[in-house]
């Protein structure tokens, strides 16, 4: 087995994005096979690596590719799994290229055609599909615009779906260069392997590119692969820690948040108390009254008992001496009228009685 691995970033970048006839030979095949569209002219944008990975989120190991009518293609191989996310990730790449055209003094229509080309060996799809190609659509499925004027596509092709046991003859173009690239370290030590490249031209220049890659050149990409995933790791874990910090400045400060609400909520029930303590002895101030008060009443109508009792006391003695009266003056005017009957004068009973005529006269009426 030889050393070079097209999963790696620096040596596929290598294969593909030299300023070379074959590299780019080699880069409108992959175009032509995975976008199925013939392509016969391609420029790399960022065809030198970048040196300097210590400050960077993500060193530009991706190739940048224009290709016929100014189409742009970000196409990565991605092999590491990293803790960020991947799909996010991608995304990000897409609205990036599609938003650095330049637009000023031009319509929207001329926008030109942006598409995210990845390679990654993980499963992140839930179908069983290894090549997927994601547009602006609808939870039906409705695109937002014309197929034809579908300027961003994100192009994923999971190599972990390819069934490796699949006969050679029944694969169609991807799977055989998905199946190389995933390979391509055993050499003709692998049976098809060894049939594409001796049958198939588009391997056959594959193969070309990787056997240009000496053991001291595949040294020297494996260091850099090594310190640029080192560094990866090294800004993940930074970020992990920048992470944790804000949490626990969050978690500090909802700590004194509920301190300072704790203590708005006991200064609030001791005002509570206050209050209830207040309303009690006001309560039983009012009890107290109300007691007096109804001893009050009791007494009162006590007192209009007895006044009631010597009224009624007073009005029996009243009637007992109406009936008195009134029959003594029965008995007075009986006397009278026994009297004038007996033939005296108004005048001597008037004087007899010491009652004026007028009065005698009433009497006996």
């Not at 930074?238 to 909802?254: G, M, S, V």
């Not at 007494?299 to 029996?316: F, G, L, M, S, Y």
């Amino acid at each position: 087995m030889r050393s070079a691995n097209l999963l790696n970033d620096f040596a596929f970048k290598y294969v593909f994005g030299e300023d070379c006839k074959e590299a780019n030979d080699a880069l409108k095949s992959l175009l032509t096979v995975f976008l199925e569209r013939k392509v016969n002219k391609v420029v790399v944008k960022n065809s030198e690596i970048v040196k300097d990975y210590s400050k960077m989120k993500s060193p530009r190991l991706d190739l940048l590719v224009e290709f016929d009518n100014q189409t742009m293609v970000d196409l990565e191989m991605q092999l590491r799994q990293t803790k960020d996310n991947l799909p996010i990730r991608f995304s990000y790449y897409l609205a990036r290229l599609h938003g650095c055209q330049e637009l000023e003094g031009k319509y929207y229509g001329e926008l030109k055609e942006t598409i995210v080309l990845v390679f990654f060996n993980v499963n992140l799809i839930d179908n069983h599909r290894m090549c997927n190609t994601f547009t602006l659509r609808n939870e039906e499925g409705l695109s937002f615009v014309e197929e034809s004027q579908d300027r961003m596509k994100l192009c994923t092709v999971e190599m972990a779906k390819l069934d490796i046991n699949k006969p050679l003859e029944n694969m169609n173009e991807q799977e055989k260069m998905i199946y190389y690239f995933l390979n391509c370290h055993k050499g003709m030590e692998d049976s098809k392997i060894k049939m594409m490249i001796e049958s198939d031209e588009v391997i056959q220049m594959l193969e070309k590119r990787v056997e240009t890659i000496s053991d001291d050149r595949w040294k020297k990409i494996i260091e850099d692969f090594q310190k640029l995933h080192e560094n990866e790791e090294r800004m993940e874990r930074q970020l992990e820690i920048e992470e944790l910090q804000r949490a626990k400045e969050e978690a500090r400060k909802a700590m004194l948040e509920v301190n300072k609400l704790k203590q708005e909520a006991n200064k609030l029930s001791q005002e509570a108390d206050k209050k209830i303590e207040d309303a009690e002895k006001k309560s039983e101030e009012a009890d107290k009254k109300f007691e007096e008060a109804n001893k009050q009443i009791e007494q009162a109508n006590k007192q209009i008992e007895d006044a009631n009792t010597r009224v009624n006391d007073a009005n029996k003695r009243a009637d007992e001496s109406a009936k008195k009266m009134n029959q003594m003056n029965q008995e007075m005017k009986q006397m009278i009228q026994g009297l004038l009957s007996n033939g005296m004068s108004l005048e001597f009973v008037s004087k007899l009685l010491s009652k004026s005529e007028s009065e005698i006269m009433e009497l006996v009426k």
